[in-house]
């Protein structure tokens, strides 16, 4: 869901108000955190090599890399959270794919 609202906002920037960019971006932001926080505590965020292959892992780690992308202007950490979300995307791809 969050992927498909910057998406939007991004495609079509034109739509949205100054006031609702702002609240978009609060928003994005908001659940960007909730996501990097629960990448903390939940299974599919443990750097395990075993879970490399979990669609949860690369469905949620793709969405942070999109959000923190999205974020790089407005939250200091986002390049931080980018960095981890993209080192756990390469690591699907490395040892998740399976034929």
């Known amino acids: 869901m969050l992927t ?7 495609i079509a920037p034109e739509l949205f ?8 971006v609060e928003f994005i932001e908001k659940k960007t955190r ?10 599919w965020g443990r750097k395990e090599k075993q879970l490399n ?13 999109i959000a923190t992308i999205s974020l790089l202007n407005y939250l200091p950490e986002a390049q931080e ?5 993209m080192s756990r995307v ?10």
């Open 4 to 10: 498909a609202i910057i998406l939007f906002r991004d």
């Open 17 to 24: 108000t100054v006031e609702e960019h702002l609240c978009l």
């Open 34 to 43: 909730e996501t990097w926080q629960e990448s903390h505590s939940k299974l």
């Open 53 to 65: 292959a979990w669609n949860h892992r690369i469905i949620a780690f793709s969405g942070l890399a």
């Open 81 to 85: 959270w980018l960095n981890v979300a």
């Open 90 to 99: 390469e690591d699907f791809f490395i040892d998740g794919i399976t034929e």
